[in-house]
């Protein structure tokens, strides 16, 4: 079976800062995982996803995630943050059949 | 293209009653799949279907539940006697299986909720 552990469940920060938002999974085998953004009653966006490879992973808007294999994580990262990035981020991982178990969700919010 | 579409996009039900949603998936793409999502959580897997056949049904699909994509393109899920706790977003995604691509594409959801 696969899990993922979202370690925050909120995270506040300040325009301009850096963000990590953390997660860990558990999974018996490859591994395929995922970040997903939901704006307010909005669907799942896709922002980047670990397939094979390198283990740095980057999106187009600034946000990049490294698989770590030994500490089964895969943590998000944004050097600098802007009031538009305030969202919920969900950490996904992919099952042989192609199912999603997503983490509960970490909220980020940005403040001026 | 214009992506995975869902409707309605907003449902208000009383306890009880029955409700229907539909999924219209990205053309050519070969499986759909639902989730639910409740206030503060992570989508859960609700079922799929690779073309027309339903392949799974979570444990979290009761028999209240029912879901369908004939002919292999749109799906509707169905709630019979709805129920409070059935309250939430409910949302559709599609992807190419066994063509290199992995990736899922929602839909904007369906939020559900039961007075």
């Known amino acids: 079976a696969q899990s993922v552990t979202q370690l925050d469940s909120q995270v506040p920060v300040f325009e301009e800062a850096p963000v990590e938002l953390r997660c860990n999974y558990s999974s018996s085998v490859s591994v395929y995982l995922f970040w997903y953004v939901q704006y307010p009653n909005q669907g799942l966006q896709l922002l980047l996803k670990y397939l094979s490879g390198s283990t740095l992973v980057e999106s187009i808007n600034g946000f990049e995630a490294e698989f770590n294999k030994s500490q089964t994580s895969f943590h998000l990262r944004k050097p600098s943050v802007h009031i538009s990035d305030t969202a919920e981020y969900f950490c996904a991982v992919r099952s042989k059949d192609y199912k999603l178990s997503f983490g509960a969700g970490t909220t980020v919010t940005v403040r001026a | 293209d214009t992506g995975v579409s869902q409707n309605p996009r907003h449902k208000i039900t009383k306890r009880g009653q029955n409700v229907t949603f539909r999924c219209d998936p990205i053309s050519e793409h070969n499986r759909l799949y639902w989730y639910r999502q409740t206030l503060g959580q992570g989508p859960e897997f609700l079922t799929y279907f690779q073309n027309e056949a339903q392949l799974e049904k979570s444990r979290l699909l009761s028999d209240r539940f029912s879901a369908e994509r004939p002919k292999g393109s749109f799906s509707t899920l169905e709630i019979q006697r709805t129920e409070q706790g059935d309250s939430a977003m409910y949302l559709c995604?599609?992807?190419?299986?066994?063509?290199?691509?992995?990736?899922?594409?929602f839909g904007q959801g369906t939020r559900l909720t039961v007075v």
């Open positions: 995604a599609s992807s190419l299986v066994g063509r290199g691509s992995v990736e899922a594409f």
